[in-house]
């Protein structure tokens, strides 16, 4: 079982609607949890990071954390084409500043 | 945010040569870079912990005498492929967390490197 798991996609979503991106981590000692996007030949930019079970908002993203379910979404609300890139989720174990990747979600929005 | 600046972003090389990356933290110290490579259309692939002073570590199956890694102060790691090969060829990506604070990484812009 990988570490850190997402659906490779690709995900389409229309214009202005909801883009939710799912991602579930095998280590219950997890701790961080984070979600970059990286556009082709780009690296990784940080959208939000979430430690406690629940949801955090910033803006038009949501990230949603249950520990228990060992899952962790990310909602983009009111999609833009501009959110067309892949979305990594990404895990760290207290203590630890290793950071492990998933495979990444390519999120194609539609205009 | 904190920025962490990466150089050469492009570079090709030729079968046999050596080529150095660097990293540097500009606006904060970072006692541990991490050192990632993506092949295309893959994820990130952690392939060593650069720690200032001391030894990095390497993940398993990376080759420590090929892909040598020097993290000579708080501001700057470096990674050095040796006699690169056309397999080598991928996108080398550095991130170093801010020293004291979250685990938060910043990445740098990531080397796209070509061996023919």
């Known amino acids: 079982q990988k570490e850190v798991e997402q659906n490779s996609g690709p995900l389409s979503v229309p214009e202005g609607a909801i883009a939710s991106l799912n991602c579930t981590y095998s280590d219950r000692g997890s701790q961080s949890f984070f979600w970059y996007r990286q556009y082709s030949g780009k690296s990784p930019e940080l959208i939000m990071f979430i430690y406690s079970n629940g949801d955090k908002e910033d803006g038009r993203f949501t990230a949603q954390l249950n520990k228990a379910s060992q899952y962790v979404s990310l909602l983009i609300r009111d999609s833009q084409p501009s959110d067309s890139a892949t979305y990594l989720c990404?895990?760290?174990?207290?203590?630890?500043?290793?950071?492990?990747f998933g495979t990444g979600t390519r999120l194609t929005i539609i205009p | 945010g904190a920025v962490v600046s990466q150089h050469p972003s492009r570079v090709i090389c030729k079968s046999g040569t050596s080529v150095k990356i660097e990293c540097r933290s500009l606006d904060f110290q970072a006692t541990t870079m991490f050192w990632y490579r993506q092949f295309p259309k893959q994820s990130l692939m952690l392939m060593a912990t650069s720690n200032e002073g001391s030894k990095a570590t390497y993940e398993q199956g990376v080759e420590k005498d090929k892909f040598l890694i020097n993290h000579a102060s708080l501001t700057l790691s470096t990674l050095t492929v040796t006699s690169a090969h056309p397999e080598d060829s991928s996108f080398y990506i550095c991130?170093?967390?801010?020293?004291?604070?979250?685990?938060?990484?910043?990445f740098g812009q990531g080397t796209r490197l070509t061996v023919v």
């Open positions: 991130s170093a967390p801010e020293r004291g604070r979250s685990t938060e990484a910043f």
């Open positions: 990404a895990v760290n174990i207290f203590g630890n500043e290793k950071l492990t």
